[in-house]
């Protein structure tokens, strides 16, 4: 796990990077400027159990292509994930607050995930346990209006423009950032690639 100080702010942005690109950065930059935050890791995962594994690239491919383009001082990118044993993200978060227990973490997702949200598991207890950052992605603006967790935890929302106190709120507590958009994805990226 990076090393923090306690009180530091946190971005907690996981995903299997499979490939990394620039819209991954995007979402960082916005996360760190918005959110005002000292870091933000990258936590590459040893795999997405809601997502076919066949075209995976190994673990240690993808941490050395993230460390590649994750270039801003700020971002560490781990895989503490693999060495803890986790896969899910209750999991992986209830590590992380138990070795880091001063520091204001904030989950960072893009808002393609909100959609499907409730279907990973132990999502309220996600929820539960530190402030999520929605981030605007293509074709997504709209899925945080009607997904099951921004109904569910609506009370807990609040306005973009007070994103820089959500560090320091106690979960439930959310935010749905805009900004500019990048249409790449991995999956867009992996199908390109296989198609040439």
Request: net charge positive; charged share 20%.
């Amino acid at each position: 796990m990076p090393h923090v100080e306690p009180g530091m702010a946190v971005g907690l942005f996981g995903g299997s990077f499979n490939p990394p690109h620039d819209g991954h950065v995007l979402v960082t930059e916005l996360a760190i400027k918005r959110l005002r935050l000292d870091q933000l890791w990258w936590m590459v995962t040893p795999g997405n159990p809601l997502k076919d594994a066949a075209d995976l690239r190994p673990l240690a491919e993808r941490l050395s292509l993230s460390e590649t383009i994750a270039v801003d001082p700020k971002v560490k990118v781990t895989a503490f994930e693999a060495a803890h044993d986790v896969r899910f993200t209750a999991d992986t978060l209830a590590v992380i607050r138990r070795y880091n227990p001063s520091v204001r973490f904030v989950w960072i997702m893009g808002a393609d995930n909100l959609r499907d949200f409730h279907r990973w598991q132990n999502w309220r207890d996600i929820a539960l346990t530190f402030p999520i950052a929605v981030i605007d992605r293509p074709g997504s603006t709209l899925s945080y209006l009607s997904s099951k967790m921004a109904k569910t935890y609506g009370y807990a929302r609040i306005d973009e423009t007070d994103a820089p106190l959500l560090p320091s709120l106690p979960a439930p507590a959310w935010t749905f950032l805009h900004g500019p958009r990048s249409p790449l994805s991995s999956t867009a990226i992996r199908n390109a690639v296989s198609i040439s």
